[in-house]
């Protein structure tokens, strides 16, 4: 019987001081699996524009279970991680970051769990080395706000950092949106999951690509495309200031009728007004953040554009228009 394959699936952008350390760090921690004896390595380059895709080439020159798949241009974390997912061949899959926050050795970990029975793996992280407290109060901030939101089950400080089964692959793959966010996705499943916690490295080399801009839209759009939640605040939040405003006008009515002053200064006035342009804005924001998401999937564009495959089989048949494959 053929022994059982592991696809590890590594989206890059601009790691090219980092792929040859995780290279060996991930063959020697592959070597100690004792269930999954055969291993691909896809390396999905996100565009980079140093020198990785040349090291890609020559560790793939050298080595079969090297694969990469790499885009014409960058398409994102997100994207270069559902690539590889569906061109994966193995019967589980580990995604890692490229830049060996994730310890590699705890895939033997992974293993175990996934030996018990466990459909998802994860490494939690127990500490964050080198981040900002700022860094670790919105992530506490938003792992709560997604759960209660959405009530997808994802536990907190939490990467993309686990080993999927094939039923969590399958169930994955089954999706149909083209705007992901891989870990709601993956735990949206609701399968039986395992945290194996760890403490997080800080970056080996180079920089996070995530400023606080963009994981403040991160944070938002990936509540948003899993929970109508914020729209229905928005209008409970609505029905209660008109209430409010309902009885702040009984209240002046009645003062007046018994000849009570009714208004001094326009401060509260102002502060009112100015509650309510905020709240005014705020709704739009949402509402249109809803709409531009709604205006992404009806587009139906390709999430990426795959430049080059080193040792990957086009994957043509799940939902067709998620890829577009340029013939040379
Ligand atoms: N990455 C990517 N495309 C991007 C940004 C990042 O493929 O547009 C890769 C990056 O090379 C790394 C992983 O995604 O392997 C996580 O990115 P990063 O380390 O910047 O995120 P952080 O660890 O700060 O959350
Ligand atoms: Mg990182």
Redesign the pocket.
Known sequence: MQAPLLSIV??????EHNLLPLYAELSSVLGKLSHFATTELIF?N?GSWDGSLDILKKLAAGDSRVKIISFIR?F??EN?TYAGIHHARGNAVVLI???R?DPADLIIDFEKHFLEGYDIVFGQRTKRLNESWLKKFTSNLFYPLFKKLTKIDMPRNV?DFCLLSQRAIDTFKLLPENQVFVRGLIYWSGLPKKSVPFIRRS?ATG????NYTKLTIFALENIISFSTAPMYILVFGALGVIALCILGALTALIMKIFGLVVMTGWTSLMLAILFLFACNFLALGVLGIYLSKVFQELKRRPMFVVNELVGVTPNQHLHGNHYAYLKK
Do not use: F
Not at 10 to 15: F, V
């Open positions: 590594i989206p890059l952008l601009n790691e999905v996100d960058n994102g974390h270069a970051d490229a830049d926050q990467g970056r920089e996070s690509k995530y």
